[in-house]
């Protein structure tokens, strides 16, 4: 799955990062292994609003199929 697709109020571990801006997802704090809460989505789905590692932030919707997350 991905993180595009996570409803909101649901928590999930990232699985992979398979592309995209890479270096900026590991400084933003998303690495394998880390625990992140889909917190709400815009009217109309972008951006998304996530919890990682205690701080929020917002990613576009096409910067987070990036990521897979179980």
Do not use: Q
């Amino acid at each position: 799955m991905r993180l595009s697709d996570v409803e909101p109020g649901k928590t999930v571990r990232v699985r992979e990062i398979t592309g995209g801006p890479k270096a900026r997802f590991a400084a933003m704090g998303l690495g394998k292994g880390t625990e992140v809460r889909v917190l709400k989505r815009a009217p109309l789905g972008d951006p998304i609003e996530i919890e990682v590692r205690g701080y929020k932030l917002s990613l576009r919707e096409g910067e987070a199929r990036f990521i897979e997350v179980e």
